[in-house]
């Protein structure tokens, strides 16, 4: 029999990622392979997971679908009681349960992992060194500042996963002094939010549940080439109207470098975006920046046009950019996407 600190405990954690996962209604057994289901230290085993459902069902927090012989919904959505309690309460169900101890507690090495792929996505084409994570807001986890014991711990753990890759310095402790994130540490970023618990396997695609297996998408105009993430398992869109983009290069500029044409062609009839960019190829002596990258309302058919600026120049080889949308619904609830496009900016030809 679970204590009254670890039941409230688990049922925070189970309430949180429900708030996380929104209306999309997850099965119960997929906490399991969520990034909460480490609470205190230990993970919730499968048994302790029923009991705390049905607890949260009993008390009206929880609903979703019940099947026959199943005492407890197979799919879950927080009520407008258990957000309640998530917003007023910090998902504490029984406030006088939570002790300084448990809602301090120090991070797993897999969220200081998660965190540190996360902030290496946004600065990843500085390739800056690991230590500047410990400066950045996203090192404080859970009111706890991350240590350089834990970054480094962390970042060994993402060099075995070949998520993160650089060349090893004694300097740093032995990882890094620069670091830059692999293909598969993009992926991780891209379509599991950095989760580098997650993993999708063949069973999650045969039983379904939107994954799919994509391959490359190249779509010819112009001259260039846009270029769709190849061979890999991703989250196919759920059944809320998803925005999607064509990338486009329009035209170059001696000055004003390189434009770019975006054009949201589904989802939202409006939405905020911003749009960013970087360099996927050649992964060194290269960096992008985008002029007119801030956050703007962006309504569906219309363009609208980036200048990219490469630093040095196009030279010897093809530059592979990505381009990055950030989108969030102008409308409630506000939800909020990225989409990535590759686009292949050519070598100028030669000059006989």
């Avoid at 993993?199 to 994509?214: F, K, L, M, N, P």
Wanted: hydrophobic share 40%.
């Amino acid at each position: 029999m679970e204590t009254k600190q670890r039941r409230n405990e688990a049922a925070r954690a189970v309430l949180l990622w429900l708030d996380e996962e929104g209306e999309s209604y997850p099965l119960v057994e997929d906490f399991l392979s969520s990034s909460w289901v480490e609470v205190g230290g230990e993970r919730v085993g499968n048994d302790e997971l029923v009991r705390t459902v049905r607890w949260l069902h009993d008390r009206k927090l929880v609903k979703g679908p019940e099947i026959d012989q199943v005492p407890y919904p197979v799919k879950l959505i927080l009520t407008r009681a258990g957000r309640l309690v998530v917003v007023e309460q910090d998902g504490w169900v029984e406030p006088d349960a939570a002790t300084p101890d448990t809602t301090a507690a120090k991070p797993s090495l897999q969220d200081v992992a998660q965190a540190f792929v996360l902030w290496l996505y946004d600065v990843d084409r500085l390739q800056p060194t690991p230590q500047r994570f410990l400066l950045d807001p996203r090192s404080v986890i859970n009111d706890h500042q991350v240590d350089e014991a834990q970054m480094i711990e962390a970042v060994e753990m993402l060099m075995a996963m070949d998520f993160v890759a650089g060349k090893p310095s004694w300097q740093s402790g032995g990882i890094p002094l620069r670091i830059r994130l692999s293909d598969a540490g993009r992926l991780c970023v891209t379509e599991r939010g950095g989760n580098v618990r997650r993993q999708a396997t063949w069973d999650d695609v045969e039983r379904g549940g939107g994954i799919t297996v994509d391959k490359t998408i190249t779509t010819t105009g112009n001259g260039n080439t846009v270029v769709g993430h190849s061979d890999n398992v991703s989250v196919s869109p759920d059944p809320r109207d998803r925005p999607d983009f064509i990338v486009e290069r329009a035209a170059d500029g001696a000055d004003s470098g390189h434009a770019i044409e975006v054009t949201m062609t589904s989802g939202p009839q409006q939405l905020h975006v911003g749009v960013e960019v970087a360099v996927i190829e050649p992964q060194e002596g290269v960096t992008a920046s985008v002029a007119d990258g801030a956050t703007r309302r962006m309504v569906r058919d219309f363009k609208r046009t980036v200048v990219v600026t490469l630093d040095p120049p196009v030279g010897a080889a093809d530059v592979v950019i990505e381009i990055i949308a950030r989108c969030e619904d102008v409308n409630p609830p506000h939800e909020k996407w990225v989409l990535h496009r590759a686009l292949t900016i050519e070598r100028p030809p030669k000059i006989h």
